[in-house]
């Protein structure tokens, strides 16, 4: 009675097709990923089950913490909020040097002037005309603000402070201008509705259920907000 080779001690048969010690591959054989054998009719995949080893970008981070951080909606409101006392700030400096000129024409009038009244509405109207400039100018800062650095750098001032940035949802790069001014434009027809409609538009990532937090103007413009 024979016990076989040394390689076979119990004599068992050997399946020449079948890779030895716990299902390593032979030499030059190609492992399906990860030692895991593929079902039939499922094309070969690379690392962590992604074919060619790479997770999509779209859809948040994957299971092994690859892929994009969605940011967090207490970060996007933190950059707002920055935003919003940076465009304060501005708003007060160019309605301090419009009111100054203004108030200077009211001084101008002497109450003994027998043309006081018209030189006052004169004053008035010229104080209104300034005011009409300074929002004018808020809003084109504000256009050019959120258009032009969103596109050309990621973000505004507030979402670089605190980490966040604009990013195409499909290539996880930087979204152009005809992309930026959709994101900028959906807020600022929401604020016609007394401004109910634009709170409506940043409170929606909320309610989405894709998993990455887009609100309606992010869904429009094919955008999603990542943390660096």
């Known amino acids: 009675m024979s016990f076989g080779s040394p390689n076979n001690p119990y004599g068992q048969p050997q399946n020449p097709q079948q890779p030895g010690y716990g299902g390593y591959p032979q030499q030059g054989q190609q492992p399906p990923g990860y030692g895991y054998p593929q079902a039939p009719g499922v094309p070969p995949q690379g690392g962590y089950g992604y074919p060619g080893g790479q997770p999509p970008y779209p859809g948040g981070p994957d299971m092994m913490g690859a892929g994009p951080r969605v940011a967090s909606m207490g970060r996007r409101f933190g950059a707002r909020a920055i935003d919003a006392v940076a465009f304060l700030v501005i708003y007060a400096v160019l309605g301090a040097l419009g009111a100054v000129g203004s108030f200077a024409a009211f001084e101008d009038c002497d109450p003994n002037s027998a043309n006081y009244d018209s030189c006052m509405n004169d004053a008035a109207s010229d104080f209104i005309g300034s005011m009409g400039a300074v929002i004018g100018a808020m809003a084109v800062i504000g256009l050019l603000y959120e258009w032009l650095l969103t596109s050309m750098l990621g973000g505004t001032l507030g979402k670089l402070a605190v ?19 959709i994101r ?17 538009v940043y409170l ?10 887009q609100g309606w103007h992010d869904k429009a413009a094919s955008t999603m907000v990542v943390q660096n």
């Open 204 to 213: 929606s990532p909320f309610w989405d259920k894709s998993g990455r937090q």
């Open 163 to 181: 980490g966040i940035r604009v990013v195409n949802v499909n290539t996880g790069q930087k979204i152009g201008l005809g992309s930026s001014f």
């Open 184 to 200: 900028w434009i959906i807020p600022i027809v929401g604020s016609l509705a007394c401004g109910i409609g634009q709170l409506l």
